[in-house]
C-alpha cells in the first residue's frame, strides 16, 4: 500500500483522518451536485481505496441525496469530508478542503466538464470529461438525474 501518509480535518477539528498509501485517482469537479453539497464553485476530489481511510477522531455524519451516494460532513463545523459512490467499487473521495497538505495533490482531469461554470478558466491540458471520470457501474445510473 506504499508508506505514504496523509492527514486531513474538519474546520472546527472535530474530525480527523489519515489516508495510507497513494490516492487512486485525484480530479477537479464541476457538477451542480458536488459544488452545492461542498459549497463552492468547484471541487477536487481525492480518491483512495476504501480501506485506505481511516478515522483518527470523531464520527462523520451522513447525507443521501442521490441514489448509490453517501457524502459525509462534520455535523459542528459543516466542512464536507467525503463521498462513497455505491457505482464506484472500493473507491472513497475526500474533498481535497479537508486535507492537511493540499498541495501535495494535483489533479489528473477535469469530471462534468460540460457543467463548468462558464468564468472559470483553466490554462491546463489535463482531459476535459463531460461526466464522471471513473468508470462508474450503470445499475446505479447517472447521479445527475438525482432520483432519490
Not at 473507491?91 to 462558464?118: C, S
Not at 491540458?125 to 432519490?148: C, E, K, Q
Amino acid at each position: 500500500m506504499g508508506s505514504r501518509i496523509e492527514s486531513g480535518s474538519c474546520f472546527c477539528g472535530a474530525i480527523a483522518a489519515e489516508m495510507r498509501g497513494e490516492p487512486c485517482w485525484i480530479c477537479y469537479d464541476h457538477d451542480d451536485d458536488c459544488r452545492r453539497a461542498v459549497g463552492s464553485p468547484l471541487n477536487v476530489w481525492v480518491g483512495y481505496r476504501s480501506n485506505q481511510f481511516h478515522l483518527t477522531h470523531g464520527t462523520p455524519k451522513s447525507f443521501s441525496k442521490t441514489k448509490g451516494v453517501v457524502r459525509t460532513f462534520c455535523s459542528e463545523c459543516g466542512t464536507s469530508i467525503s463521498y462513497v459512490d455505491n457505482g464506484l467499487s472500493d473507491e472513497l473521495y475526500v474533498t481535497i478542503g479537508f486535507l492537511d497538505n493540499p498541495a501535495r495533490f494535483e489533479p489528473q482531469a477535469h469530471a462534468y466538464w460540460r457543467m463548468k461554470l462558464p468564468w472559470a478558466n483553466f490554462a491546463d491540458d489535463l482531459p476535459r470529461v463531460n461526466d464522471y471520470s471513473r468508470g462508474r457501474d450503470p445499475a446505479f445510473g447517472d447521479p445527475i438525474d438525482r432520483t432519490s
